[in-house]
């Protein structure tokens, strides 16, 4: 599932996937600066998934099968 595909299912966007991936993963508030950073990357460099994200895109398949 990519992050697009999530966003969609969701009904969301993809930063708030990043978002949501990110207080799912870390278990606090999350972190703007650092979110936004991953984000840009994203943006610029779509293969690049930071971890949280990639377990968030794998746990929201799983549910969705």
């Given at each position: 599932m990519t992050?697009?595909?999530?966003?969609?299912?969701?009904?969301?966007?993809?930063?708030?996937?990043?978002?949501?991936?990110?207080?799912?993963?870390?278990?606090?508030?999350?972190?703007?600066?650092?979110?936004?950073?991953?984000?840009?990357?994203?943006?610029?460099?779509?293969?690049?998934?930071?971890?949280?994200?990639?377990?968030?895109?794998?746990?929201?398949?799983?549910?969705?099968?």
């Open positions: 992050v697009t595909d999530c966003a969609n299912a969701l009904e969301t966007s993809e930063y708030e996937i990043f978002c949501r991936a990110y207080t799912s993963w870390y278990g606090r508030v999350l972190d703007r600066k650092t979110v936004e950073r991953d984000f840009g990357r994203y943006l610029i460099y779509a293969k690049e998934l930071p971890c949280y994200v990639r377990a968030f895109l794998s746990r929201t398949n799983v549910l969705a099968a």
